[in-house]
């Protein structure tokens, strides 16, 4: 799969290269069962026409960038994790926009016309809710009139899981009530993080979210032997492992991934773990969110 930036110096280049491609479009931050049909959709389309699989996201949120920065997005994933596993969905090539004022200012007949005619879209593909262009005024129901019925289009309905509808919106919210254990329904698999540890401290990378306070079943694997854990998160967004991080068999550097099973309790004991282990056992925890 190629990965590529695109931005306004080196738009053209890209245009001139582009191949014909089906396109699945959206923000895709965390990958969920909504994200997937969209993308499965797509592939199956290239598939019939023998054309290939591209996605185009966009970075940073784009509710960062209309805000000016006063509101800030709890991620799901970082770039290089949806790289992972759009890999896995059988895409070719993976667009990455920079969303800044200037790309929000495009219209939606403009949009269509550079970022998916003028890079060799034929089919575009997306999720009922999509939209794009200036204020988002662009939606799935207009995108072949803005594309002077140049681009096929396919609409995919909303996925649901118990009743309600699956989005990044909706894990946010339960991943910041601490409601694991439903993520998998909706996620396709479980919650998972990164790690860094410095020798002293386990650090979270950026651009993922930890769960509310509460106490939690774990598995840390990666760079580190695989093992069962219980961790809690104190209200500092601080995630406290309940055995002293010198019995981990941590190397210094390592990096590894946290994969988050179940809640436990939402009790926040982490005094207790404070007094009992140095405090140099706490993991400090960066919220990126």
Known sequence: MET???NPDNLA???HKAK???MALGFFDGLHKGHQ???????????????SLSVMSFFPHPKTVLSNGKKQVNYLMPLSEKEKVLRTLGVDTFFIVEFDK???GLSPEQFVSKYLLDLGVVHAVAGFDYTYGFKGEGNMDRIKCDSKGLLEVTKVS????LGEKISSTCIREKLLKGHINDLHDLLGRPYEVECSYDGETLNLRPY???????????????????QDLEVIISEKKEVITLRPLSELNLDNNARFTITWHRQ???KNAAPFYENRWNYANLVRSVHSG
């Not at 969209?38 to 054309?51: C, F, M, P, R, S």
């Not at 993922?208 to 695989?226: F, H, I, N």
């Open 102 to 104: 200037e790309f929000s």
């Open 208 to 226: 993922y979210t930890l769960p509310a306070p509460g106490r939690y079943a774990v598995t840390m694997s990666g760079e580190c032997p695989s």
């Open 158 to 161: 909303k996925v649901e899981h």
């Open 4 to 6: 590529i930036y695109l």
């Open 264 to 266: 436990i309790s939402k």
């Open 20 to 22: 014909p491609s089906i």
């Open 37 to 51: 049909k969209v993308i499965d959709t797509a592939y199956e389309i290239g598939k019939k026409q023998n054309l």
């Open 13 to 15: 280049y890209w245009q």
